[in-house]
């Protein structure tokens, strides 16, 4: 029977992301567009090296992949589409990592573009339309049953009962984005690049109690690239490739809810006393959580930057709103998270500009918010999936 181990056996070879801003009137094939040259020139490689592509949040708020690929002039020999938020990042990534393993394409655009100062109001929730919300792709956290009519509004229930469990509050959380908007503050490409204090984080308004406005991830137009191929054909590449050592899928079913980690407690959750064992990303890389030189998480909401500490067993239950204080999660920190200010600061894309940042993290050139000598870098999530990339 053939080994099809994958560590290391598929890396990414360029990265690439148009301009982030809200209200850009651009649509997101010309956004797409923008990203997909950006990391085709980071690659060294032409559009017709291009024979793979996956396009995560597909029409109507992302690129449709079949008009992307008319409009490209591209031929692609195997083609796919989510039209799930944030959550399929990671999958995306694996299911390419898969097919060029497999033979099935050689070289594969992985890519997000979105145009949200377009939407229908239903769809980011609101007006108790949760069908609205499910044509991007399913449910977000909000449930019109029980009051919740956004995914905001989901997550302030996770915050609300952590908090409750664990005797902390909204002011030990502000920590998160405090933290997010100083690294977005060296980040040209960032939206948001105005530091705040944590008193500014308790003077803004609360847009679901416990969750303040800051809080809240950004809502913008932009788009986002990663060219995967395999780590033999990546030699070839213009940049260094960054290997994909670990990865671990999307999870589901009574036990999870999208914004907290099993045994929390939250809407359909049992509560239990959680325990992060040693997830199987980690046995695949062969490394541990202490290995982890800087873990970039989905920042819709500032509350899961916790869970997804604990989640992947970097602190305890509880311990998350300790961990976060004194810049711990700050670059110079023990743990910097989402250098690239995350979707609270720098934009929102579905988590894909993480991807392009913890590339270039790996290759050394971020600049004033470079972490000094990373090698291993984790993607990982308050829902469960992960990646784990090195140098």
Known sequence: MTNFDLKDRSAIVGVGNSNFGR???????????????????????????????????????????????????????????????????????????????????????????????GLRRPMMGGGGDREGAREAGGGHGEDPVYGMTSPGAGAALVARRYFERYGCSSRELAAVPVAFRKHASMNPGAIMREVFDVNDHQQSRFVCEPLHLLDYCLINDGASCVIVTTAERARDCKKPPVYISGMQGLPGGHDEFIWAYPGLGVAQQPAFEYEAELQPVYKMAGITPQDVDALFTYDAFSILAWIALERWGFCKPGEAAGFTQNGRIELGGELPMNTNGGLLSEGHIM?????????????????????????????????????????
């Open 23 to 117: 209200r850009l009137m651009r649509s997101p094939i010309d956004l797409a567009g923008d990203a997909i040259a950006s990391a085709l020139d980071d690659a060294g490689l032409a559009r017709a090296d291009l024979d793979g592509m996956i396009v995560s949040f597909g029409s109507p708020i992302g690129a449709d992949g079949d008009t992307l690929a008319q409009v490209l002039g591209l031929k692609l020999r195997t083609y796919n589409q989510t039209w799930a938020h944030g959550r399929f990042t990671a999958s995306c990534i694996q299911w390419a990592a898969m097919i060029v393993n497999a033979g099935l394409a050689n070289a594969v655009a992985c890519l997000a573009a979105v145009s949200f100062s």
């Open 351 to 391: 988590g894909w500009n993480h991807q392009v940042e913890i590339v270039r993290q790996l290759r050394g050139d971020c600049g004033a918010r470079q972490i000094p000598n990373a090698e291993t870098i984790q993607w990982a999530n308050a829902y469960g999936d992960s990646l784990i990339y090195h140098r």
